[in-house]
Antibody, heavy 121, light 113 residues
Framework: QVQLVESGGGAVQPGRSLRLSCAAS????????MHWVRQTPGKGLEWVAL????????YYADSVKGRFIISRDNSKNTLYLQMNGLTAADTAVYYC??????????????WGQGTMVTVSS | DIVMTQSPDSLPVSLGERATINCKSS????????????LAWYQQKPGQPPKLLIY???TREAGVPDRFSGSGSETDFTLTISSLQAEDVAVYYC??????????FGQGTKLEI
């Protein structure tokens, strides 16, 4: 069935880096734009980044621009989020989500279960 | 950036009653070229990811019960649950995905029995 599975979360010290992965299955990954969305503990949802189906365009929230990099490997059906210069404000559950369109102009229809990132000294 | 504001923050409702959640955007999310409102509604239960309920403001996602409906246009939108069931207790979010990022969610509305 259609599925997204995130991995790579964990505890990390401020200023360090972490790379999240999102493995897709059950659909033609290379045809869909993909997003990362995060949710801070007990709080709401924040859109983080978008990448087009072919990886040619990326967009970022201001809060992560210049620190995070979204990428994808369509041969491996995998989405990535490289997170650099982490701060406590980045502590959250990170979800990957599928966009039914190729260029990110539709509602996110499939979500992974999320991976927790904790930034603390 | 477009700001999405939901009301109320918390909504106590009895089983079988109607629940109405509002979402207001700081600018129109209606794209005149295709007459679509770039607005979605999500349901999130504890420990679970958000689940898509409604997209294009009023189109129900496959498998979503017909007691859920969405309405509105441009800047003002409503999610209605016609007859509340126990399994509908959750936090509900609106999301705009208008044209280009950044996309933003409302702050959420907690539906309580």
């Amino acid at each position: 069935q259609v599925q997204l599975v995130e991995s790579g979360g964990g505890a990390v010290q401020p200023g360090r880096s972490l790379r999240l992965s999102c493995a897709a299955s059950g659909f033609t990954f290379s045809s869909y734009a993909m997003h990362w969305v995060r949710q801070t503990p007990g709080k709401g949802l924040e859109w983080v980044a978008l990448i087009w189906f072919d990886g040619t365009n990326e967009y970022y929230a201001d809060s992560v621009k210049g620190r995070f990099i979204i990428s994808r490997d369509n041969s491996k059906n995998t989405l990535y989020l490289q997170m650099n210069g982490l701060t406590a404000a980045d502590t959250a559950v990170y979800y990957c989500a599928r966009d039914p369109s190729a260029t990110g102009i539709d509602a996110f229809d499939i979500w992974g279960q999320g991976t927790m990132v904790t930034v603390s000294s | 950036d477009i700001v999405m504001t939901q009301s109320p923050d918390s909504l106590p409702v009895s089983l079988g009653e109607r629940a109405t959640i509002n979402c207001k955007s700081s600018q129109s999310v209606l794209y005149n070229s295709n007459n679509k409102n770039y607005l979605a509604w999500y349901q999130q239960k504890p420990g679970q990811p958000p689940k898509l309920l409604i997209y294009w403001a009023s189109t129900r996602e496959a498998g979503v019960p017909d007691r859920f409906s969405g309405s509105g246009s441009e800047t003002d939108f409503t999610l209605t649950i016609s007859s509340l069931q126990a399994e509908d207790v959750a936090v509900y979010y609106c999301l705009h995905y208008y044209r280009t990022p950044p996309y933003t969610f409302g702050q959420g509305t907690k539906l309580e029995i």
